[in-house]
């Protein structure tokens, strides 16, 4: 079993930068590859970010493609979200998910993850 806590969301102007976390516990995190998914209110879940387990390779929707930069830091068994230039199109519940399959590819697909956090709430104002 994983165990994942967002933090880090909130209220945001427009133009502005979050930077979200994902804290894990429990099973190897250094072994599981991540992503962040969001949903926003009558919307599907859908990918935004995603990271191998070694941090090697990084995946992006094209919607935050350039704003957004997903890292790991395997040592505090931590995933972050760094969020720039925000638009209000960005608000969303942000969640954080690993796969189960120690050592698995990043998926855009969110059934192939296994285990998630709560989510945070990101807003994004005018």
């Known amino acids: 079993q994983v165990q994942l806590v967002e933090s880090g969301g909130g209220l945001v102007q427009a133009g502005g930068s979050l930077r979200l976390a994902c804290a894990a516990s429990?099973?190897?995190?250094?072994?599981?590859?991540m992503g962040w998914f969001r949903q926003a209110p009558g919307k599907e879940r859908e990918f935004v970010a995603g990271?191998?387990?070694?941090?090697?390779?990084?995946y992006y929707a094209d919607s935050v493609k350039g704003r957004f930069t997903i890292s790991r830091d395997n040592a505090k068994n931590t995933m972050y979200l760094q969020m720039n230039s925000l638009k209000p199109e960005d608000t969303a519940v942000y969640y954080c998910?690993?796969?189960?399959?120690?050592?698995?590819?990043?998926?855009?697909?969110?059934?192939?993850?296994?285990?998630w956090g709560q989510g945070t709430q990101v807003t994004v104002s005018l």
């Open positions: 998910a690993a796969r189960g399959g120690p050592y698995s590819s990043v998926s855009y697909n969110d059934s192939r993850y296994d285990y």
């Open positions: 990271i191998t387990w070694g941090g090697g390779n990084t």
């Open positions: 429990g099973r190897s995190f250094s072994n599981l590859s």
